[in-house]
């Protein structure tokens, strides 16, 4: 047992999936020689060679095009995308051919990458290097999208998805990449890949959380306790396909529903939880699916991330709503 | 320093020389529109008088598939069609030039390259009926599906070549083992930001590819001017490889040009771009209507061109078929419409709920759940009046 | 009066700005000589000259960029994106540059860029033709997404959209453009873009609709009429922003919401709508707002597009489910 | 035909040349790096030693600010910034050469070409202290906010040029009016679609343009050797334009040259590409750190090329400054770097509720709803201790 960093973890489980299959490339910017701006692919091309971990030319849609080419050919390429802003000179390649692929070619040609996105904010960076780009992936059929939001899930996702025959498009919640540290048993069987997970009992409502709001709603349920109030929370993991059963069963019982996400509320994963919560728990619901996330309007200039993000407060503020309802 | 003469070399014209009709200076051609054999010195060929008669099978055949398919649309059996009506030389003469173990990266409109793969076309037929989105196995044929979205295959060219780098195949010196990638696209597609994205990504690792573009002068209703000024072969030296201007019309020289530049690719020598210059007689597509935006004179010049007749003559003067060979190919060419007519009306439409089957390797609970929620509700139709 | 199409409309109402103000330019890939592939800017360059309606070279990435720095200049581009499926590579310029630069400037810029897609299914054509990506433009802040579902709209919105200081995704259900001909009226007085509209008065179910399936969820009103049920109409005109006082004034009375759009049901339009009516219209709702879109897989082959696009019978049986509820 | 004679014409290397660490043959230079003056056939200028006083004082001042700048982010001023160290002399040579109605898109390290401008370097801080995403207003400066996304301004500019064509103002014969378009962009940025784009249309359209690229020989971790594998300038050859490069470490031949290239492009004459051969001396940003990918060697090497050591030798051996000079400008420099730790500690943080009022050019209602809802949220806390 280890206590790693989510970026330790992930970078662990990178060199996990290159061990086991020598068809697994890294592909991106950096990440050779500099093993990534934020260090992800740390030592890899030292161990692994030029050949499977591949500084590419400065084009997202060469490497996500090329990477297509790559799967083709037998390979299982991971592609990093710098920051969550610049995944989109990609955007045409992964939503018209690295999701279409499989089902254009009646299931002949199969798709095996991951795409990597550090993804979120709180960062203090300039504009795009903060954005969550997720509900857009998640409205495209034929990818899927996960995000980690722990050093242990991080290190058993990326193999999990490395190992997975569909494209997916793994987000990684890059303000906690250094935030903290957990203990990694690596023995361990790791929890499926498309689930959602219970991170905390609860009776009075429930917080849906993924990537980085978890631990902002683990905060506010630990403060909401407090205050006697008695939070579940959910960790979804799994954003495309939605691993429903967990939320409908936790919403029946508790009769309230919060989805906390930094992604635009407007369309946002929030919209679609509470389409299918209400859909489902209709006569469970004792007040409507609120939504706290990102206001709609362009992410700010750093200085005032923290009044944009969903914050431990607003989380509060959203769970007094609705027990008021 | 006047504007005129402003330090940045020789005016233009000088640097790249100017228009030429006719492909100009630089155009490589074994078999002049008059059925004239010529030489090259670079890039000469000796054909056996079979292989002439191959190529000309392959040009008359595929035409007849393209012409026949066009009827099909017009009697309403296809959605649409895409012509290659005027480029069977570029195409089979490319197609030709292959070996088994290449991979090709067509557009939507490699019919004729398609053929020497050996797809069947009544797979081609499919796509453009809405049947499927191409019907054969790409890895059975080493033959990409057609890609619509202009450009991006020329990316996923790169890649497959440099997994061919990667699996050992690139430069062994074993011909039964090297191998390499040709990336079709056309004219139009020169300006796509992924297009030259590959050239820089296969430059970079000197990936073993031939880019291929069909300069057919049209994308749409837009003439080659609109993409470039200069010749498109050129483009290819500022990213740093060779480029080569080959008529398109001249099956000889496609094939002996292609032939050359894949065996550079396969040596691991890396790529070239050649641009077989040829024409787009036809329409775009059949809901194209190319009267609205060219001249028919300039349709008239290029008949002239013809890649079929001019090797017909060929084969004529020198005795290298007879009038057996031509009439064999007729009938065959008879039969093959025969059987794409037959075909494409006994093909069998798509069931509704495999669409549900093909999203995923295997399906997710999500989707399987509206898959049966779709099954029930077509169910309740049973025997209704809808 | 005049009896049009849609096509003739919008070449109508695109004739009438480009006269109004000689800013204004059109652009795209054969938009010029031919007129487009849909004919929507048939004989403008012909009356307004090369200048004014450009053929662009075939990038869309291209063209939508030149078209920022037009704007930038002061003009007024109108962007033709042929189909729907080819506007992913100007994905990036439209989120990360059309969208925020008037953010990004404070408010200085101003971008008056209008971007024409022709969208949704149902013309029998091949792969990419029949894609419906408005719920991708309608979830980033800084741009406006409308669509037109007649030829008296159309006519009218272009030229709206084009007077408007902000980028406008204009939506144009290409099924229609030469489906049926209304009545114009060019003396009249148009209703506001950004506003919704009531179509059809009912009272036991709410149907929203917009662009192609306007006419789908009337025809379902017609024949639920028939069967004695009262389907009100409303045609949604703007995604974003939403209009949701005649939406919310509507359900309040009906009780019941059913969504048709013809993009995929996951994470689209209807998950945004289901989860504002349930916020605001909690205590109305007799069930919850049912959802009739495409199915969460590829657009299908051709000869599948029937059974995939959300039909007439399709959305009745979302109104029986409703009412039973 | 062996494989290595493939008819593809003589080896790249014989084309293009050999690499050349210090820029090769076709490096145009006026100013060595020992501060001699040498002479060019084409670009020779004479300068004023005024001129090549501003020219020192400008390249001093800018370095004053970079440092400064570098020093606030240390201090956690700052959450980032993009140091322009020892590219002084292709901004400020390119800045100098742009008169006031020409345009400028600049990437998000030109922070001499702002200086040019007359854009005050506590907008440029307060971009990257995070207050806003540029503090100027582009048109009072006719230069544009910087763009952080790789290459996207360049197809900006390329629309820009065009707006100017419609105008009017390109190619009158009349300097009050004729205006044109600078964009700048880096070695790595060369590889993006979006830049071979603005190639694409600057030629179709001849648009008034000059590509400005600063190979700086590295993106990030990346040497210039990845993004493409012959001299960057000879790109421009093959869409048709021309390219040069230009000793990007000597402000007078950057000067020269850009003047040139921007009165080709205001003249009609259309684009022009120019390579500012230099080097990045810092990190990529504050939180890069080049040791990991590259050789302090290079670096010292590079040293020796100095942009403002060899123009400071060059002034002081031929008597066109003195220490006075010199004094003053240092000067100059302390009250600069005064004025921006001042000036940014002083800097007013945004207000939350401000965002909402920008994203459209009038709130929407929905907006307007949700801030609403956020004023109230905020007010709910007050004296609270949150
Ligand atoms: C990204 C994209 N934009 C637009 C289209 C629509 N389109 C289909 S073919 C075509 C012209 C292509 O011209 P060219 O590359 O010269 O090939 P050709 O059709 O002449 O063989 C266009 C604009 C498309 N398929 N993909
Ligand atoms: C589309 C996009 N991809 C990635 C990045 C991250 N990034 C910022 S600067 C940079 C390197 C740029 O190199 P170059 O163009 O040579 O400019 P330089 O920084 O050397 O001035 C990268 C990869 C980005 N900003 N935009
Ligand atoms: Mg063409
Ligand atoms: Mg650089």
Known sequence: ?325 | MTPHDSGFGPDLVEVFGPKHEDGGPELIQLLTPEGERVHHPEFDMDFSAEQLRGFYRDMALVRRVDVEATALQRHGELGIWAQLLGQEAAQIGAGRAIRPNDYVFPTYREHGVAWCRGVDPLHLISLFRGVDHGGWNPKDHNFNLYTIVIGAQTLHAVGYAMGMQRDGVVGTGDPERDACVLAHFGDGASSQGDVNESFIFAASYNAPVVFFCQNNQWAISEPIERQSRIPLYQRALGFGFPGVRVDGNDVLATYAVTQAALQRARDGQGPTFIEAYTYRMGAHTTTDDPTRYRLSTDVESWKLKDPIARLEVYLKRNGYAGDDFFADIAAEADAIGHTLREGTKAMPDPKPLDIFDRVYSEITPELAAQRDGFTAYLESFEGAVH
């Open chain 1, 1 to 325: 047992m280890t206590k790693v960093t989510l970026a330790k973890g992930l970078n662990m489980g990178l060199r996990k999936a290159m061990e086991a299959d020598d068809k697994v490339l890294l592909m991106g910017e950096d990440v050779g020689t500099l093993g990534g701006v934020f260090r992800i692919t740390d030592g890899l091309q030292k161990d692994f060679g030029e050949d499977r971990v591949i500084d590419s030319p400065l084009a997202e849609s060469g490497i996500v095009g090329t990477a297509v080419g790559m799967a083709m050919r037998g390979y299982r390429p991971v592609v990093e995308i710098q920051f969550d802003g610049f995944v989109y000179p990609a955007y045409d390649q992964i939503v018209c051919q690295v999701a279409k692929l499989h089902f254009r070619s009646q299931g002949r040609i199969k798709m095996p990458m991951v795409i990597r996105i550090p993804f979120g904010g709180g960062i203090g960076a300039v504009e795009h290097h903060s954005e969550s780009p997720e509900a857009q992936f998640a409205h495209t059929p034929g990818l899927k999208v996960v995000t980690c939001s722990n050093p242990v899930d991080g290190y058993w996702m990326i193999q999990q998805a490395i190992a997975h025959d569909d494209p997916v498009i793994f987000l990684e919640p890059k303000r906690q990449y250094h935030a903290e540290k957990a203990e990694l048993d690596e023995s361990a069987t790791p929890v499926p890949l498309f689930s959602s997970q219970l991170v905390r009992h609860g009776s009075d409502a429930t917080l849906l959380a993924y990537g980085p709001t978890v631990k902002t709603a683990m905060k506010a349920a630990e403060a909401a306790a407090g205050e006697g109030k008695s939070l579940e929370v959910i960790d979804l993991r799994t954003l495309s396909p939605l691993d429903m059963g967990p939320v409908f069963d936790s919403v029946r019982r508790t009769g309230r529903a919060v989805v906390v996400h930094e992604a635009h509320v407007n369309l946002g994963l929030g919209a679609e939880l509470s389409a299918r919560i209400t859909e489902e728990c209709f006569y469970s619901l004792e007040a409507p699916v609120l939504r706290v996330g990102g206001f709609d309007t362009p992410y700010p200039a750093s200085r005032l991330e923290e009044d944009w993000l969903p914050d431990l407060d607003r989380v509060l503020d959203a769970v007094d709503r609705s027990l008021e309802f």
